[in-house]
């Protein structure tokens, strides 16, 4: 018999328990109807069995793990923005049209005023210990029942004892008042339907409440119907109820809309006008970082990539002090140093600049804030990029005569952009979405006045879309917010797409 | 060994699946707002164990819903959650809390606070505590103490500006919820209402007749430096004792003490006499719909959160003042929280309507106009109520 | 005598045209970098606590705000520390350790699907998973529904989140370094009777380390420094959040503007990071320019 090793029993152990909690979770999704996440862990599950345990190819087994979860957290967001995008989904539209109809009927319940309160007591069915609830109604005739059925009792049926109370039904006795408590979870999903529409739910473990429906639901017509109006409510296009005089019920429900939420940003003139801005600020943001940082760093490295000179070690570690700081941190100081009048840089500067509540003043802060945090790559990649020169190309220039203009304009220059383009247009990608130094500088600010929906002089596409989804004051609008992301991925795409062509023609030159 | 692998895998497969989801029957969870968790689980304590119940307070909320309308409807939510009164609308419009009426003791509170946390003729939480803003004096700067009329304030203002001994008048945030009362005194009103019920969104009073009649002394209490228009959340102005008047919350208190002023609180003076009156919010307890512990929710409601005792505890802990009648009564008039509580009862209830999320952002927009200069008082209100008036579909 | 005074004087008039100018501009670049690092060491140690009275040097000098910082019990900065820690360190290890799996297949094995996979995974990382942050966010919460600790809130789905999107962070960089490493040290290997899995234990990843150690760190870096997804996913749950999320919540509300316990904060979560890419500077500058290309 052949020996088993420790060390195979173990990669068995993991592969089927890795495969277990998988198939485990994907029958859990199955029953809560996340569809896709479950078609995708059964697909998982039996990807990771056929390639760890059947298939004998290497190269799976080795990109499987970052391929799936690639998949799931950042091809499927992507893809599902998609899905969202067509949708409502919204505050006010999150519940599914059963459960949004549902709460309509039990929000819009009249209490029925009784007498004297409709105390009940609770018996359990030997055979199928199903929960019973035995009452004296208003009509002082005496019931038991639960949500699906009710039935009138006689009062030979019923033995109570010298206090009144229900002691046992049917020669089932009913349960004391400590035992109550055991079944609340039972007790309190019972509502008993009673003749003409009236409703009973216990309110505690002794009480029922009367009521009566102020709607009721035809789910063959698909139809609202007000009893005491009569008005009748139909579902619209947006997930809601809606009366023909266009009165609207709330909550509505998440529908598909179409491509609602893109012709809005276009026929909209409250959503038109920011957009517009917030875009052409996306663009003109990152190409003013890009160009701005790239000149201030390729200066620097000129300046500082001097044989000459000492100390450029010295130089270069603090230069790159702003790499080195967590950005969300420094951002924040430099959001405290720039308040207006009593912030640090308005007073060693004695001036009174409104940096965070004049637009434009705001896009010159974000735009030194941006300097700061990116010239010191810029820095590196230009000193790379100069150093690389070889020498040979300089010293000719120089044999031929060239003055320094000329060998920096017609040598240096050409050749350290060429080095350094598919770097720019990358960090002009990255620029596009750097959220941080716009959300937590400005929050995007100062808002526009004009706008539905918070958009302000400073934000860009993501930073919109973030407030849009979870900062809005006028609620979380996640369609919207993704049908925005789409934008923002159409244009990270295109730049990328440039970059990429850009990088195989240098390819082929070199 | 494969064929052992795939027998495991069954024997695993079918115990995992045995295994319920179950929840801890007698567990509430609740979520408060953060920094308060402390004060709940103390109130909430001797109930707990009394009942064999565990209480599970969570600081999870801020401002706004708790994210309750995502929450809630995934089942992340919890049984109750905290939230200010102004959110009630939109919480109902998004289905995610249940009716309390047969829950809460109307007459244990004012008629302004069940009224905050009404909606649809329903009651929707259960109120704990009352706050609002008010006037705070620097009594080292006005060693008078609180102005009594609105020309006491503007006079001492503007003479301790002109001696150079303040830069600004009032420390304020210049947004609509700060500024309501000042809105309020020259006759500004957001919905017109009745009793503090706001039915009617389709009279807009941003730009009402009085107001544009008196937008004019805005601007004049502006150039003056009476507000202080740096706009910043900051309130070292006045801590510094740089201005002699603040707009402050029972939030601010805490704050004002370790920076050791010397403050009196009071109620804001209105222009042609009176009061003016600001916004007052109520905290209140909400129940979520998607609840597995309704019955144990609601007896947690009527034995713990509706008692006096536990209104007073929660608003002892953070200055603001109780929302329950009988707890109100114990509070001492002359502590800072009675002197909230005081102006508080002449404030006029926050709209709890949906359409208040519009109102924010076009209000608050025309301040910073006004604040940075951009546009007139009347000119910036009349503008909001305009936008205002398109984007509720008015007119 | 006299000629080496001319040199002399030569030599610092060569310095004063050519070189003194470069001293200067370096000042004031200097001055720029460690700007707001000065403000948050000054602020750190100023117990007024206000940004509207902040000197360079702090006029009331003292430990306040760390004292500050450590005792709030609502905002529990010890707390935030380590949930950064424990999301930053498991999710930069995943990225690691997937990463370098995908990338020495890619970089020893031809197979079918090879050159298809690299242009993917180039493609894919040119699109960051932020942009997708809103619908994160719901899948996160449909996670929830069906299992309370994947849910919003949790930091197990915000280490998987970040960890999974490994493949798009560093197997390229990891790939072009495993390219260096000679194939024949595998063949010599492969001939002694290794498996493929012992030749990527026993002679990739030992010869790798520092490049492993790199991108661990800049990963670590990322992750600690990542605001949006690390805000949508926790959430406001004082007790969940981490440093970059949590520190913020300082500066917020009137009166609560709590400018020097903010500031000592931020200066003790920047110190360890600082120090560590001083002293690491050589290799972490050379990742992040090569590493920098992708994105």
Redesign the interface.
Same mark, same amino acid.
């Given at each position: 018999m052949k020996k088993?090793s420790m060390s195979?029993i173990l990669r068995?152990?993991l592969?089927?328990?890795l495969?277990?909690l998988i198939?485990?979770?994907a029958?859990?999704?199955l #029953?809560?109807r &996340?569809w896709f996440?479950s078609v995708f862990f059964y697909l998982s599950a039996s990807l990771i069995f056929s390639t760890y345990?059947i298939s004998k190819?290497?190269?799976g087994?080795?990109?499987l793990?970052?391929?799936l979860?690639?998949c799931?957290?950042?091809?499927?967001? &992507?893809f599902?923005?998609g899905a969202?995008a067509f949708t409502n989904?919204s505050? !006010?539209h #999150?519940?599914?049209k059963t459960? @949004?109809i549902d @709460?309509i009927l #039990?929000? /819009?319940k009249i209490?029925v005023q009784t007498e004297l309160p409709i105390n009940y007591q609770v018996v359990l069915k030997d055979s199928t210990r199903e929960v019973f609830l035995v009452f004296k109604y208003s009509d002082s005739s005496y019931w038991i029942g639960n949500s699906k059925s009710v039935v009138k009792l006689d009062q030979s049926q019923l033995k109570f004892s010298i206090n009144g109370q229900i002691q046992s039904v049917d020669g089932q006795k009913v349960l004391a008042s400590d035992q109550v408590e055991r079944y609340?979870?039972q007790?309190?999903?019972i509502t008993i339907k009673m003749a003409s529409e009236i409703t009973l739910q216990?309110?505690?473990?002794e009480t029922l409440?009367a009521s009566q429906p102020v709607f009721t639901y035809n789910a063959s017509v698909d139809q609202l119907t007000n009893v005491l109006s009569g008005e009748k409510y139909q579902p619209n296009d947006n997930g809601q109820m809606v009366s023909d005089s266009g009165e609207l019920l709330?909550?509505g429900w998440k529908a598909n809309i179409g491509w609602r939420n893109f012709t809005s940003v276009i026929t909209d003139k409250?959503m038109r006008t920011p957009l517009l801005a917030v875009l052409t600020w996306t663009i003109v943001n990152a190409f003013l970082i890009v160009t701005f940082g790239f000149l201030f760093g390729l200066v620097?490295a000129l300046?500082?990539n001097?044989k000459?000179?000492r100390s450029k070690r010295f130089?270069r $570690?603090?230069?790159?002090?702003?790499?080195?700081?967590?950005?969300?941190?420094?951002i924040?100081?430099? /959001?405290?140093?720039f308040?207006?009048?009593?912030?640090?840089i308005d007073r060693i500067f004695h001036i009174s600049t409104?940096w965070l $509540?004049?637009p434009w003043w705001a896009r010159v802060a974000v735009l030194i804030v941006e300097l700061?945090s990116t010239f010191?790559?810029m820095f590196?990649?230009s000193t790379?990029a100069i150093q690389a020169i070889p020498s040979e190309i300089l010293e000719a220039a120089e044999i031929d005569g060239a003055s320094p203009t000329k060998t920096f304009t017609q040598i240096k220059l050409p050749l350290v952009v060429r080095t350094v383009a598919?770097?720019l247009i990358?960090?002009g990608?990255?620029a596009l979405?750097n959220? !941080?130094a716009i959300?937590?500088l400005t929050g995007g600010g100062? $808002?526009?006045?004009?706008?539905?929906?918070?958009a302000g002089a400073t934000d860009i596409l993501?930073s919109y879309?973030?407030k849009l989804?979870?900062n809005g004051?006028?609620?979380?609008n996640?369609g919207l917010?993704?049908a925005l992301?789409i934008l923002?991925?159409v244009l990270?795409?295109a730049i990328?797409l440039y970059g990429?062509r850009k990088m195989k023609t240098m390819e082929e030159i070199n | 060994?494969?064929r052992? +692998?795939v027998g495991?895998?069954a024997v695993?497969?079918a115990f995992? +699946?045995s295994i319920a989801?179950a929840q801890a029957?007698g567990t509430l969870t609740v979520w408060v707002n953060s920094g308060e968790e402390a004060a709940y689980k103390a109130a909430s304590e001797a109930w707990a164990s009394k009942n064999g119940v565990t209480v599970n307070i969570v600081a999870k909320c801020g401002l706004g819903d708790c994210g309750m309308?995502?929450l +809630?409807?995934a089942g992340a939510g919890p049984d109750l959650f905290t939230a200010s009164h102004d959110n009630t609308g939109?919480l109902?419009?998004? +289905?995610?809390v249940t009716?309390l009426?047969?829950?809460i003791k109307k007459s244990a509170y004012p008629a302004a606070v069940t009224s905050g946390v009404s909606f649809?003729y329903?009651q929707w939480g259960i109120p704990i505590a009352v706050s609002n803003i008010a006037l705070a004096t620097n009594l080292t700067l006005v060693p008078t103490g609180a102005p009594k009329t609105w020309k006491d304030l503007e006079s001492t203002a503007t003479s301790l500006i002109a001696s150079g001994k303040a830069s600004v008048g009032i420390v304020t945030h210049i947004d609509g919820y700060f500024m309501q009362p000042f809105f309020d005194s020259i006759g500004g009103y957001v919905f017109s209402n009745k009793n503090g019920s706001y039915i009617n969104t389709k009279q807009v009073g941003l730009n009402s007749k009085a107001l544009m009649k008196n937008a004019a002394l805005m601007d004049g209490w502006l150039a003056a430096k009476i507000f202080d228009k740096?706009?910043?959340y900051?309130g070292?102005?006045f801590s510094n004792g740089k201005a002699p008047y603040a707009i402050v919350g029972p939030w601010s208190i805490d704050g004002l003490d370790k920076a050791g002023v010397k403050y009196e609180i009071s109620s804001i003076p209105a222009v042609n006499g009176g009061t003016a009156r600001a916004f007052s919010g109520v905290t209140a307890v909400y129940m979520n719909?998607f609840t597995?512990?309704?019955?144990?929710a609601?007896?947690y409601l009527?034995e713990v959160v509706q008692t006096a005792a536990f209104s007073k505890a929660i608003t002892k802990a953070n200055n603001s003042y109780p929302a329950n009648i009988e707890a109100a009564a114990t509070v001492d008039a002359k502590s800072v929280a009675g002197k909230f509580g005081a102006y508080g009862a002449l404030c006029i209830p926050m709209p709890n309507v949906?359409e208040m999320?519009?109102v924010?952002?076009?209000w608050?927009?025309?301040f910073?106009?006004w604040?940075?200069g951009k546009a007139k008082f009347g000119a910036?209100m009349d503008?909001?109520a305009k936008?205002l008036n398109?984007?509720l579909g008015n007119k | 005598m006299k000629i080496a005074l001319l040199l002399d004087s030569k030599k610092f008039k060569?310095?004063m045209r050519?070189?003194l100018w470069? =001293?200067l501009?370096?000042f004031v670049?200097?001055a720029?970098?460690?700007?707001?690092?000065i403000?948050?060491i000054s602020?750190a140690f100023d117990v007024t606590g206000q940004? %509207?009275t902040?000197m360079l040097i702090p006029t009331h000098k003292g430990l306040d705000n760390f004292a500050q910082l450590f005792s709030n019990s609502s905002k529990p900065f010890l707390i935030w520390a380590r949930n950064s820690m424990v999301v930053a360190i498991s999710a930069s290890a995943m990225q690691v350790g997937?990463?370098a799996?995908?990338a020495?297949?890619?970089s020893r =094995?031809r197979?079918k699907g090879?050159k298809l996979?690299l242009s993917t995974i180039?493609?894919?990382q040119?699109?960051?998973?932020?942009?997708?942050?809103?619908?994160?966010?719901?899948?996160i919460n449909?996670?929830g529904?069906?299992?309370m600790f994947l849910g919003l809130g949790h930091q197990l789905p915000l280490i998987?989140?970040f960890?999974? %999107?490994?493949?798009?962070v560093n197997?390229w960089m990891l790939k072009s370094f495993f390219d260096t490493l000679p194939t024949e040290i595998d063949e010599a290997a492969k001939i002694d009777g290794a498996d =493929?899995f012992q030749i990527?234990r026993k002679i990739i990843v030992p010869l790798a380390t520092p490049i492993f150690v790199v991108t661990f760190l800049l990963s670590f870096?990322g992750i600690?420094?990542e605001?949006?997804i690390t805000?949508?996913i926790l959430g406001l749950d004082g007790n969940k959040m981490t440093?970059?999320v949590g520190?913020?919540q300082f500066?917020y509300g009137q009166y609560g503007k709590n400018?020097g316990p903010?500031?000592a904060g931020?200066l003790l979560?920047?110190i360890p990071?600082?120090t560590?890419?001083?002293f690491l500077?050589k290799h972490l500058?050379s990742g992040?320019?090569s590493g920098?290309?992708?994105?």
């Open positions: 088993i195979k068995y152990l592969t089927y328990g495969i277990t198939l485990v979770m029958t859990k999704f #029953q809560d &996340a996440l345990v190819k290497t190269p087994k080795y990109l793990p970052g391929v979860l690639l799931l957290f950042h091809i499927y967001p &992507a599902y923005s969202v989904d505050n !006010g #999150q519940l599914s459960q @949004a @709460a #039990q929000d /819009s209490p609340i979870n007790i309190q999903n216990p309110i505690d473990l409440e709330y909550p409250e620097l300046i500082f001097y000459h000179m130089y $570690t603090i230069f790159i002090i702003p790499l080195a700081i967590p950005s969300v941190l420094s924040l100081v430099w /959001s405290g140093l308040t207006a009048e009593t912030g640090v409104p $509540t004049d700061w010191p790559y590196l990649i790379g598919p770097l990358a960090s990608a990255m979405n959220f !941080g959300y937590l100062p $808002t526009f006045s004009n706008s539905n929906g918070n993501i879309t973030y989804a979870f004051q006028e609620g979380n996640y917010a993704s992301s923002n991925f990270v795409g990328s990429l | 060994m494969q052992l +692998g495991l895998l695993s497969l995992l +699946g989801p029957a309308s995502k +809630g409807p939109a109902v419009k998004s +289905g995610v009716s009426s047969s829950v649809n329903q740096s706009n910043t900051d070292s102005n719909r597995k512990n309704n019955l144990l609601r007896k009527v949906s999320n519009n924010w952002t076009y608050n927009n025309a910073a106009d604040a940075s910036a503008s909001a936008n398109t984007a | 060569f310095w050519k070189v470069r =001293h501009v370096g670049v200097v720029f970098s460690v700007f707001p690092l403000w948050m602020g940004i %509207s902040q997937i990463g799996l995908a020495y297949t890619l =094995h197979f090879r996979t180039l493609i894919v040119m699109f960051p998973q932020l942009l997708a942050a809103t619908s994160l966010f719901l899948i449909t996670f529904k069906s299992f998987l989140v960890g999974g %999107s490994a493949l798009g197997t =493929h990527f870096i600690l420094n605001y949006l805000s949508v440093v970059a520190l913020q500066i400018w903010f500031t931020a979560a920047t990071v600082l560590l890419f001083i500077q500058v992040l320019v920098s290309t992708k994105g």
